[in-house]
């Protein structure tokens, strides 16, 4: 992994760059794949042709990049967990389905009861989507806006 602001080499669990102290995933400037330097906003390294898209997994997000295609959105999401959480609404629409059924059928089994944990936990996920906490779906794609 490459440094995207210097393009100097870093450890994979680095978290931030020890050359220039840039917080890992940050900048636009050099491909995290091979470190080469790349156009800023460009949705692919010339060099090496790996994704440089905004939130891919593990390199983190060049300012200006434009979001994955198809890409779920973050807002609505968090405001499925917030007030449709206690029925896994967030993570049917995530794509996280095991987790959504656990939701759903706890919280129709117990007639209600159950489904105010399972609100709690939809609240609090819910507000971990908008705030970046959870920043993928089922799939591994990045969430968009």
Not at 10 to 28: E, F, I, L, T
Not at 102 to 127: F, S
Request: glycine share 18%.
């Amino acid at each position: 992994m490459y440094c995207r602001n210097c393009g100097s080499p870093m450890y994979d669990n680095a978290v931030v760059c020890v050359k220039c102290g840039c917080q890992r995933g940050m900048g636009a400037n050099f491909c995290p794949n091979c470190g080469r330097r790349v156009t800023p906003g460009a949705a692919v390294c010339v060099s090496c042709g790996v994704a440089l898209y905004a939130g891919n997994p593990g390199y983190g997000a060049p300012y200006g990049a434009p979001a994955m295609p198809g890409a779920k959105s973050k807002t609505a999401a968090g405001i499925l967990g917030i007030f449709l959480g206690a029925f896994g609404a967030h993570n049917f629409y995530l794509g996280y389905t095991t987790k959504a059924v656990i939701q759903l059928v706890v919280t129709v089994a117990t007639l209600g009861i159950g489904g105010v944990a399972m609100g709690i936990w939809g609240l609090i996920e819910g507000i971990m989507i908008l705030t970046g906490s959870i920043a993928v779906d089922g799939r591994g794609m990045p969430l968009g806006q």
